[in-house]
């Protein structure tokens, strides 16, 4: 669990530090380009992050296959994993590039201004080329993240999605065309697949030592991809259906009370999401003989210490929700939005529970059962969606998703159970039980909480102070003991230096 928690650490700070670059980033290029100009070069870095999903899934399942391979001693299948997992996803890329090449100009006369088609269509095309190069880079970063080297994929990873915020605001220093930013940007693409290829090579050096393509791993890969798109696909639906029902019921003008502190709340998915990526491999490589042990250890670790890390969160921004929001956005979202921003998050709190028994079930070999969730989520989020906010307006919006949320979350537990092939009382022990309860009940009171400033102070400071004081009682010695290992010099050197690249023996609670 020590290197677990590093390597969280590790990703935290690579989806934390390119959001810190943005901000002066994004300023700077909006007032130097302009709203149409800027509006282009934010179309062209939206394309170049959305083409990670034409993988496939392909990607996500090179890192499921060859952390198994990796833990199980089967290194010899390495080759074919990897070498199979490139071709697919060279020719993929080629297929969509070719797309967007011949297909892509219809959309951008229907959509773009007459006088930027032009620019637009240059940009597109430019765009076009990377699409098989982030394929293969998925591909490549798959297999460091396999190997539990997310210290290398995050010292590229940085870097580059930094550089998607940097070059607009260099081409305002430099005065440079659209097209030309855009060139840029494809040529850190580039150097970020050169990067990926570099540091693969070193870490297995015999991947590409002879041809080693295997057409039943090619269906395989397809095969667990294919749902894990299936997912990718339907996940912008959960997203933000409920604003678009917001905007057809009721109006368009009532969506930024409802959009703005949704915006806000969803910003802590990113240490769940962080915790989620460490562990997915780890969960792929969990042999049948440990999968009950290990599986039940790693996800009893990992939510107590989202539960842990996220309360305060939760709890402020549901007590303080006014006073954020006036500061915020003003009084006018302070009288609007208050009652919706504490029940997004309240949604919130129950998606960050999810993350972990996501990673499992896809982690453990049933993508399905994930994307046949997400299909029924879809029916749930635009029926429910739809009599709650014809109801309750954006509340009932938000009471949606907490909903949507909960039945997300309990369905994922439920299979993680099944698979792991263990019980409820084993997998969620009593003492982990009290402190979810507690997590969640604490927070919720505030809601019901109208008191003056002052008391809610003191009541946000007693409740910490339980939450915490139950903690420590129950688990103090263990995460302390932990989080110092995390910290010590030279902690986990020996697993993390790459020599052993399986996952380390299962640690004891």
Partial sequence: MRRTLKNTLINFSGLLLPSLVAVPCISIAVHGYGDEQYGLLSLAVNLLTSFAFLDLGIGLGTIKY????????????????????????????????????????????????GHLVGQAMSMLNILAFSVPVITLSSTLRGVLEASQRFDLSNAVKIPSTSALFIIPALGVAFSLSVAMVTLLLVASRVLVLLAFAIMVYRLHPTLFARTAFRLETTVRMLKYGGWVSVTNGLTPILLHADKVLLASLIGIAIVPYYSSPYEFVTRSAIIPFSLAITLFPRFSGLRAEEMREVGEQLIQKSLRLLSVLLFPIMLTLIVFAPEILDLWLGPVFR?????????????????????????????????????????????LCLVGGWALIRGFGIEGAAVSRILVSMFDTVALIVFTKRILGTSFRQLFPSPLRGLFVLAFVLPVAGIALSASLPLRIVFAAGATAVFLGVYLKLYSRVDEALIRSVFRRGGAKGNDSGENNAPPPPDRA
Avoid: C
């Fill in 66 to 113: 060859v952390a198994e391979a990796l833990a199980q001693d089967r290194g010899k299948e390495l080759p074919a994993i990897v070498q199979t997992s490139f071709a697919v996803n060279l020719v993929v890329g080629l297929a969509f590039a070719a797309i967007i090449l011949f297909a892509g100009g219809h959309g951008v006369r229907a959509k773009i201004p």
């Fill in 335 to 379: 009288e609007r939005s208050t009652l919706t921003f504490q029940l997004l998050v309240v949604g919130s709190m129950f998606s960050t529970f999810s993350y972990i028994p996501f990673a499992a079930v896809q982690g453990l070999g049933r993508p399905d059962l994930k994307a046949k969730l997400d299909l029924a989520g879809v029916v």
